[in-house]
């Protein structure tokens, strides 16, 4: 069973579908080693071509640690949206408590040149252990 909750949110007609899952077989929760996954998905709901330039995560353990991840494009791509396309790819999170929460931005270009921050709302992590 899934508890982890999904998020998603419309920034200038990007929408952004986060679907996490709990990885048990890739977990040991007696290390304090909590592996998930997560897919999201992109749906460009303009009327103009943009792509994706970068990311930003903001991952929160149940203890409050913050750690920020930024990078060029995901999964090593910075796809090409037309309006009306959409681009899924699947990622990983490690974290060593059981539950925790993700959140951040994408940056676009749009065909104009015009670089505009995409939110991704913020989604929870959830194990189905306990914190060791």
Known sequence: MNK???S?????????RTF???IPE??????GKYFFAYRIQIANESEHPVQLLSRHWV????EGETEEVTGP???GKTPVLQPGEQFEYTSFCPLNTSWGTMEGSYQFISHEGVEFDVAIDR???V???PDS
């Open 4 to 6: 982890c909750i999904t």
């Open 8 to 16: 998603e949110k419309v920034t200038s007609g990007i929408r952004v």
């Open 20 to 22: 996490p899952e709990y």
């Open 26 to 31: 890739s977990s040991v929760p007696q290390e």
């Open 59 to 62: 991952i929160i353990n149940s």
């Open 73 to 75: 494009g995901v999964i």
């Open 123 to 125: 989604f929870v992590l």
């Open 127 to 129: 194990s189905d252990q």
